[in-house]
Each structure stands twice: as structure tokens, then as C-alpha cells.
């Protein structure tokens, strides 16, 4: 029984660091040319709905990529605050769901982090503009399986539609 555990570990080993490795799909896109992953957002966190300087203060330019390169692309406009504009369907409801996510969505993920290595499809979107008062650049795709749930809170948000395939979100 002891020599199984003992056989099992490293089976289990390379398993787990088979998980691992770096994700870095939603990256910073500030600096052109840079290799720079930090995040272009700022440090503050969302309160709740829109209001005051955060909402008026968010300006962003959605460009969705369905084969994840042009020529094919979509450009979005969101402008929050009160009376909330933009080419999304409902700009509010959009503006209040995007103020109260948390600020992981708009940061790099993390080097340390475990993601699934897995192909989830060509879709790219490009996030610039300002976000509570701060510029933010930064780039999803549904390339490792930390992106696509990144993208797929993208999609909840209402920032982006379903997938260009068609898919179901589930």
C-alpha cells in the first residue's frame, strides 16, 4: 500500500505542474513595443453603482476581435456616469455592473498562478480608455483557462456579446 502512495506521487506531481505556468493574456498594452505586464488601472475599488467622480470618470473603447486579428472587429463606445452613453445595450446597466467588479479583471494575472492550459478560441478584446479616472490598455483573450473566465466575466459585464461562435456561456 505504501510503495502505491510512494509510485503515485510524482504521477501526481507532474500532473499538478502540468497545470501551472504563466498566463498572460490580459496584459498591458500601454506602452507600444513594451513587454511591460503591469496594469495600466487604477488602485481603487468599486463601491457600487455609478456615482460620483469613478462613474464620470470612466470613458472606455471596446475593440472585439471575433478571429482574434483584423480586419474583422467590432469597436464599442462606453461612456458612465449619469446618463450613461455608449454603443452597448443598456449603458447603465452596463456602467454599474463594470464599477462594481473587482480591480483583478484590469491587472495582469499574476505569475504565480496556476491557469488550465487550454484553447478556448481566437477571441480578443482591447479595453482602452479610462477607467475611474485612470487610463487603462489592456488585452483578453480565451487562451488559458485564467483568460477565458477573465473574458467570460467580460461577456456578464455585458462589455462584449457571446462568443463568435455561438457558444453558450455556461
Do not use: F
Not at 462594481?100 to 479583471?105: I, P, S, T
Not at 490598455?137 to 461562435?165: D, H, K, Q, W
Amino acid at each position: 500500500m505504501i510503495k502505491r502512495a510512494v509510485l503515485a506521487l510524482p504521477v501526481l506531481v507532474l500532473v499538478l505542474a502540468g497545470c501551472g505556468g504563466t498566463d498572460t493574456s490580459a496584459t498591458s498594452t500601454a506602452a507600444a513595443g513594451s513587454n511591460d505586464t503591469s496594469a495600466t488601472s487604477g488602485s481603487s475599488s468599486a463601491s457600487g453603482p455609478t456615482s460620483g467622480i469613478a462613474a464620470a470618470d470612466t470613458v472606455l473603447t471596446i475593440e472585439v476581435y471575433p478571429d482574434g486579428s483584423l480586419p474583422d472587429h467590432e469597436t464599442i463606445s462606453l461612456t458612465c456616469g449619469e446618463g450613461a452613453t455608449g454603443t452597448v445595450d443598456d449603458p447603465q446597466g452596463v456602467c454599474d455592473r463594470l464599477l462594481a467588479e473587482k480591480d483583478d479583471l484590469w491587472a495582469p494575472i499574476p505569475a504565480d498562478t496556476a491557469c488550465t492550459m487550454i484553447y478556448g478560441g481566437p477571441e480578443k478584446v482591447v479595453i482602452t480608455g479610462t477607467l475611474r479616472g485612470e487610463p487603462i490598455s489592456m488585452e483578453y483573450t480565451r487562451s488559458g483557462g485564467c483568460s477565458i473566465a477573465r473574458y467570460e466575466r467580460l461577456i456578464a459585464i455585458g462589455l462584449v456579446g457571446p462568443l463568435a461562435t455561438g457558444q453558450a456561456i455556461t
